[in-house]
């Protein structure tokens, strides 16, 4: 299966097809990197990127599978927060200048409920400063952009993350 077919793969497809080994978790870090990489440029979306942390989490996800370990729900699957949710060392900036440099110590709960089901962060995305409004803009990282009309906005708040879904850049 190509890495352009893996990102077209639902979440659900993507975590049988991991669970039963026919592609590995490794497979589906790398392809939708790829995709980030082709895509994210003109869009904007994914704000804050974690490349060799997120293939480190995807080998033990592969190497947990093999060695038969319990499994949650998500495992393997690629994800990205927004960018309001704090992520232990991953940058969080709540899209304001104010905290452009903070890298949380703990995980929100929420991050580590996902994070218990086996999903692997990748990153963060857009979002307006602290989540207010209704377009996808911040001081920190600009606009992200409509995938259909780059001309067009988003929307918001969560622009960032329905952008990199409809691009395919997350199951």
Known sequence: MTDTALCYLTATELALKIRSGE???VETMEAHLGQIEKVNPQVNAIVTLVPELALE???????????????????????????????????????????????????????ERI???????????????????????????GVTKNPYDLSKTC???????????ACRMLP
């Open 23 to 25: 592609i590995s978790a």
């Open 155 to 165: 929307g918001g708040s969560r622009g960032g993350s329905a952008v990199s879904v």
């Open 115 to 141: 994070r218990n089901a086996g999903a692997i962060s990748l990153g963060k995305t857009n979002t307006p400063e602290f989540g207010a409004g209704s377009q996808t803009f911040n001081k920190v990282f």
């Open 57 to 111: 989490q995807a080998r033990k996800a592969d190497e947990k599978l093999a060695q038969g370990g319990k499994l949650g729900p998500l495992h393997g699957l690629p994800v990205a927060h927004k960018d309001l949710v704090p992520t232990k060392g991953i940058r969080t900036t709540f899209g304001s200048p104010i905290f452009q440099d903070f890298v949380p110590k703990e995980d929100a709960l929420l991050v």
